[in-house]
């Protein structure tokens, strides 16, 4: 039994030095959340152009060219770095913690 815990114990601790990552964005007092800038926009209006377009008339060279670039501006949507992340250690300390707990 002292061997489990004990192996629980580094098991846990160990985790706990896994960096986690928080990820804050820069908030204006001024701007609403609910604003989009420009540039997300446009590429939020280009996506929903290529959704919108008939692509039955496109040759493959095309299409394969539409998503391409479907790729890149769904990466670069992803990658504006806002938002809240985690690792999975910090996750898996927090439901450690809450099942303790309650």
Avoid at 72 to 99: M, P
Wanted: a positive charge; charged letters at 25%.
């Amino acid at each position: 039994m002292k061997k489990i815990s004990s192996y629980l114990m580094i098991f846990v601790l160990s985790l706990g030095a896994i960096p986690t990552t928080i990820s804050a964005t820069e908030t204006n007092l001024s701007n609403s959340s609910k604003e989009i800038p420009v540039e997300i926009q446009q590429k939020l209006d280009r996506l929903e152009d290529i959704k919108k377009m008939d692509k039955s008339s496109l040759s493959s060279i095309e299409k394969k060219e539409l998503r391409k670039e479907v790729k890149t501006i769904k990466a670069d949507l992803r990658s504006t770095k806002n938002g809240f992340y985690l690792s999975f250690g910090a996750i898996i300390i927090i439901l450690l913690l809450l099942i303790l707990l309650l």
